[in-house]
């Protein structure tokens, strides 16, 4: 590799981290309507979380914010570098966001950001997990329950479309990775007790559901 190319590694592996982290969530919601999303519903950053505190257009802001943090650097990635380390500054921004060094090491589960991912280096596994996803959510209208079924139909999809053995295990530790973040949600999905999402635009501050 290249002395250019090593510096360009380095950059989009430390810059993807650092813009994963950005927790546009919070700093919309705190910057245009006062509001700490931290504090309200699941207490989550993520658009869902959003979408529940303070309605439908902020959190349409926030997803497109999350969704281009994980495709500009892994679309980059796949350009200039080898599969391997394609996916490793692809992942950087997942990692970010779900381990904010701004957020003290939390953050939010990493589907949005982690499909940006998916759409940059793996566009037609991108389409097979967003119908996916769609299909479930429109059907039992829980998010989280969406976004489990992609995280299990991502490496899936990835072992069966014809993509590098990098972006396969790639796909593996990504879907393994956002099914631990979603522990909770499990844990409330087989209680019974997982919100559905309502079509409706709600703003304002809405109370924490049962952890």
Same mark, same amino acid.
């Given at each position: ?41 699941? &207490? ?33 990635? *796949? ?16 990692? &970010? ?8 090491? &939390?953050? &939010?589960? *990493?589907?949005?950001?982690g499909a940006g991912m998916v759409l940059g280096l793996m ?60 522990h909770a949600n499990i844990r409330r999905l087989l209680q ?20």
């Amino acid at each position: 590799m290249s002395q250019s190319l090593t510096i360009a590694a380095v950059l989009l592996v430390v810059g993807g981290y650092l813009a994963g982290a950005v927790p546009f969530g919070l700093l919309v919601g705190r910057g245009f309507y006062g509001v700490d999303v931290r504090q309200h519903g699941s &207490g989550n950053v993520g658009t869902t979380n959003v979408l529940r505190v303070l309605g439908k257009r902020v959190a349409l802001i926030v997803l497109v914010c999350d969704v281009l943090k994980g495709f500009a650097p892994a679309l980059a990635a *796949g350009l200039l570098f080898d599969p391997w380390l394609a996916v490793v500054v692809g992942a950087m921004p997942v990692l &970010g966001h779900m381990r904010s060094i701004f957020l003290r090491g &939390g953050g &939010g589960k *990493g589907v949005a950001t982690g499909a940006g991912m998916v759409l940059g280096l793996m566009w037609q596994v991108f389409l097979v997990v967003l119908a996916v996803w769609l299909l479930v959510l429109l059907t039992v209208r829980i998010v989280s329950a969406a976004s489990l079924t992609a995280a299990i139909t991502f490496p899936l999809a990835a072992w069966l479309l014809p993509y590098p053995l990098a972006y396969r295990v790639a796909a593996l530790v990504i879907g393994l990775a956002v099914i631990l973040a979603h522990h909770a949600n499990i844990r409330r999905l087989l209680q019974g007790r997982e919100p559905r999402l309502a079509w409706s635009s709600r703003k304002g501050a809405s109370p924490a559901p049962p952890r």
